[in-house]
């Protein structure tokens, strides 16, 4: 079983940046895709960014988020990151930590995020 904790989250004025932080348990970290999620109140759950698996070479974002988050790894700390700069009110949500060796199968419990105008 793999466990995912997020931390880094926060109040923080429109305009400025948090690092979310995702540690993961277990020896198989660098093989699995992983994976930022939020959710707001009342909307669907989107893809934020994801990274491959072992280097990390490939990324992908929502079209929402390019150019103000970075998604990165660092299989040593079997910790995955989401640098957010340039946060606006609309990027207030609760942001999930996901990861596997195909698809999201393990899940973090969450870390909230609250942009304030």
């Known amino acids: 079983q793999v466990r995912l904790v997020e931390s880094g989250g926060g109040l923080v004025q429109a305009g400025g940046s948090l690092r979310l932080s995702c540690a993961a348990s277990?020896?198989?970290?660098?093989?699995?895709?992983m994976g930022w999620f939020r959710q707001a109140p009342g909307k669907e759950r989107e893809l934020v960014a994801e990274?491959?698996?072992?280097?990390?070479?490939?990324?992908n974002y929502a079209d929402s988020v390019k150019c103000r988050f970075t998604i990165s790894r660092d299989n040593a700390k079997n910790t995955v990151y989401l640098q957010m700069n340039s946060l606006k009110p609309e990027d207030t949500a609760a942001y999930y930590c996901?990861?596997?060796?195909?698809?999201?199968?393990?899940w973090g419990q969450g870390t909230q995020v609250t942009v304030s105008s």
């Open positions: 996901a990861g596997g060796p195909s698809r999201y199968v393990y």
């Open positions: 277990g020896r198989t970290f660098s093989s699995y895709t």
């Open positions: 990274i491959s698996s072992w280097s990390g070479g490939n990324t």
